[in-house]
């Protein structure tokens, strides 16, 4: 099977999510995802900036999602155009935790290479900030202990954005919604996850990670 685009032509195309790039920018209400239509899986097309009554971070990978708006090539990447439209979504029954000891024990549970199939939020404080805050692209990669688990854990949040994000120190307390993968050994937040609030708490009190 192929898909036919003509340049500019607003199109309509059903596929299956097969990766959650970015969760909800409250300001826009827009999210990032990725699917693949059946009988055309080996081209994926990224749904940049998704806007409309149905994006939610309760989307999974194997949700099935309509999407109207524009398809351009950005740089080699194929992809729905900003404004792009989220008008129908099915889904793929997918169960995820919500307590942030099940999130964590499955997340360090996880293989090289693996990564969690939904968007989930934890809390925790800030043990390391591993690379400062970038002017440039935005964002910051700090090292969290995660509220609610058995000893601390620590998950490295990468290329963390949010509105506060230039500010936080070690200490602080952080909320973050995002991606979860095992890249290599280290369990991390992937690129892309927000910051979703934080709190100046304890930045003199040292933490022991397990």
């Not at 309509?66 to 129908?88: P, R």
């Not at 360090?108 to 939904?118: C, I, K, L, V």
């Amino acid at each position: 099977n192929q898909v036919t685009v003509a340049a500019g032509e607003t199109v309509t195309l059903t596929g299956k999510i097969v990766k959650l790039v970015a969760p909800i920018n409250p300001q826009f209400n827009s999210m990032r995802f990725t699917i693949a239509v059946e009988g055309c899986e080996d081209k994926p097309i990224l749904c940049y900036n998704i806007t409309g009554d149905l994006v939610s971070n309760d989307l999974c990978v194997g949700d099935t999602a309509t999407v109207t708006g524009n398809i351009k090539n950005y740089q080699g990447t194929i992809e729905f155009d900003t404004d792009c439209v989220l008008t129908n979504l099915v889904s793929g029954g997918t169960t995820k935790p919500t307590d942030a000891k099940a999130i964590v024990d499955e997340a360090f549970a996880m293989e090289p290479g693996a990564s969690m199939p939904y968007f989930v939020t934890l809390t925790g404080k800030i043990a390391e900030i591993n690379d400062a805050y970038s002017s440039q692209y935005g964002n910051i990669t700090v090292t969290i202990a995660v509220e609610g688990t058995d000893g601390l854990k620590a998950l490295k949040c990468y290329r963390m954005k949010g509105a506060d994000a230039a500010t936080v120190k070690a200490g602080d307390t952080i909320t973050v919604t995002g991606t979860i993968k095992n890249y290599k050994g280290t369990i991390e937040f992937d690129a892309g996850c927000t910051m979703d609030s934080w709190e100046n708490t304890g930045r003199d009190v040292p933490l022991m990670l397990t």
